[in-house]
């Protein structure tokens, strides 16, 4: 996915095909009047790249000009189209072929009909490269058809999100349903914390690391830091009440975030549903749980690797290390089970280059 302000936008048409249907529509359009010398007019901005492209293919002759509209301001239609650059007078007694990037609503067809109906025209016709049917008016005949989209938002070949994203060659479709809230698993050493700290930032997603939260509140003496302490002094477990109440705060704390990384939560069955259940109070859901796997031997090199630097015990004797994997393996196991049930358990390679692993991570991402 790519950002353009502060939205996401998925691929949805790529180049390949959106230069097919232009050639469908030069054609279309060389049929009807290869014998005599048309006028193409493209709509401002967001037809240039069509324009040229549709030159490009049509083999006979023509002539070309712009007429400029607006009727959007960010991702909606303001209803009033303007006339910001008229069209020529040149074009009197000329079979003219209007180009429009894309045709949803009919507003701006009807600004265009409009104009040309009141310009002494031989005869007009309209081509879209992108046409919207659910939400077309359908007042007007529209001529020339290239791609028929549903009503979603695009950016990319000239059409923006304010102002930015003409330049794309491909197509790339507002990604509406962009709250995504991941399960991040993985045994020590597996480059969890790496990879979140890519995905948050591709992803616009707020990491919670279940350790830096409880460190955070038992530091700062919050009320759930000292009731958490209370139990750690006891040489007790934290109940799962008090970890949930800990996480819901660093939610509502993020009300702009796209989504949320859960690291180091859940560990049981029972904290998954408790997620779960407190999630779906939010009307949010995890959304994958996805497994870092790597080979044991793999991960134990690179912990004594990383013990040396760091100066961690844990990660400097191998036998603890391997207690640590088995304890992960066990914990694990269950959570597996209950996530594969819900069908949003997934397992991607660990080893490799660090953004080799990131595209493997955002491939399943990018399938929900």
Same mark, same amino acid.
């Given at each position: 996915?790519?950002?353009?302000?502060?939205?996401?936008?998925?691929?949805?048409?790529?180049?390949?095909?959106?230069?097919?249907?232009?050639?469908?529509?030069? #054609?279309?359009? @060389?049929?009807?009047?290869?014998?005599?010398?048309?006028?193409?007019?493209?709509?401002?901005?967001?037809?240039?790249?069509?324009?040229?492209?549709?030159?490009?293919?049509?083999?006979?002759?023509?002539?070309?000009?712009?007429?400029?509209?607006?009727?959007?301001?960010?991702?909606?239609?303001?209803?009033?189209?303007?006339?910001?650059?008229?069209?020529?007078?040149?074009?009197?007694?000329?079979?003219?072929?209007?180009?429009?990037?894309?045709?949803?609503?009919?507003?701006?067809?009807?600004?265009?009909?409009?104009?040309?109906?009141?310009?002494?025209?031989?005869?007009?016709?309209? @081509?879209?490269?992108?046409?919207?049917?659910?939400?077309?008016?359908?007042?007007?005949?529209?001529?020339?058809?290239?791609?028929?989209?549903?009503?979603?938002?695009?950016?990319?070949?000239?059409?923006?999100?304010?102002?930015?994203?003409?330049?794309?060659?491909?197509?790339?479709?507002?990604?509406?349903?962009?709250?995504?809230?991941?399960?991040?698993?993985?045994?020590?050493?597996?480059?969890?914390?790496?990879?979140?700290?890519?995905?948050?930032?591709?992803?616009?997603?707020?990491?919670?690391?279940?350790?830096?939260?409880?460190?955070?509140?038992?530091?700062? #003496?919050?009320?759930?830091?000292?009731?958490?302490?209370?139990?750690?002094?006891? #040489?007790?477990?934290?109940?799962?009440?008090?970890?949930?109440?800990?996480?819901?705060?660093?939610?509502?704390?993020?009300?702009?975030?796209?989504?949320?990384?859960?690291? #180091?939560?859940?560990?049981?069955? @029972?904290?998954?549903?408790?997620?779960?259940?407190?999630?779906?109070?939010?009307?949010?859901?995890?959304?994958?749980?996805? @497994?870092?796997?790597?080979?044991?031997?793999?991960?134990?090199?690179?912990?004594?690797?990383?013990?040396?630097?760091?100066?961690?015990?844990?990660?400097?004797?191998?036998?603890?290390?391997?207690?640590?994997?088995?304890?992960?393996?066990?914990?694990?196991?269950?959570?597996?089970?209950?996530?594969?049930?819900?069908?949003?358990?997934?397992?991607?390679?660990?080893?490799?280059?660090?953004?080799?692993?990131?595209?493997?991570?955002?491939?399943?991402?990018?399938?929900?």
């Amino acid at each position: 996915m790519i950002k353009l302000h502060d939205k996401y936008f998925r691929p949805y048409l790529t180049e390949q095909e959106i230069l097919a249907a232009v050639k469908k529509i030069a #054609g279309q359009i @060389a049929e009807d009047y290869k014998n005599e010398t048309p006028v193409f007019i493209g709509v401002l901005n967001g037809s240039f790249m069509f324009v040229a492209d549709l030159l490009k293919e049509y083999q006979h002759n023509c002539e070309v000009s712009f007429v400029r509209l607006s009727s959007y301001s960010g991702l909606s239609s303001t209803g009033i189209v303007e006339t910001l650059i008229d069209v020529s007078d040149t074009i009197e007694g000329r079979s003219v072929i209007i180009l429009e990037d894309v045709i949803d609503t009919g507003r701006t067809v009807k600004q265009l009909v409009h104009m040309f109906s009141n310009s002494n025209v031989k005869e007009f016709k309209i @081509a879209t490269l992108f046409y919207k049917p659910s939400v077309y008016s359908g007042e007007y005949n529209i001529d020339y058809v290239g791609i028929e989209i549903p009503n979603k938002f695009i950016v990319g070949y000239g059409l923006d999100y304010n102002e930015l994203g003409r330049n794309l060659r491909e197509v790339y479709q507002l990604n509406q349903n962009n709250m995504i809230n991941l399960v991040l698993f993985g045994k020590p050493g597996a480059g969890k914390g790496t990879q979140a700290n890519f995905l948050k930032e591709q992803y616009n997603l707020k990491h919670i690391s279940t350790g830096d939260v409880f460190r955070y509140n038992i530091k700062n #003496g919050t009320e759930l830091g000292t009731l958490a302490k209370s139990f750690i002094d006891k #040489g007790e477990l934290v109940p799962d009440e008090v970890t949930i109440n800990m996480l819901k705060e660093e939610v509502e704390k993020n009300p702009d975030a796209s989504g949320f990384i859960f690291d #180091g939560f859940p560990r049981t069955t @029972a904290q998954a549903e408790a997620l779960d259940n407190f999630l779906s109070t939010k009307d949010m859901k995890i959304d994958a749980t996805i @497994a870092l796997d790597a080979n044991d031997e793999v991960l134990i090199q690179r912990l004594l690797e990383r013990g040396k630097v760091s100066g961690r015990s844990d990660d400097q004797d191998e036998s603890k290390i391997r207690n640590r994997f088995e304890e992960y393996n066990q914990k694990t196991a269950p959570l597996q089970a209950y996530y594969n049930k819900q069908g949003k358990f997934h397992t991607v390679n660990g080893i490799g280059e660090i953004k080799e692993i990131t595209t493997r991570l955002s491939k399943v991402i990018d399938t929900l």
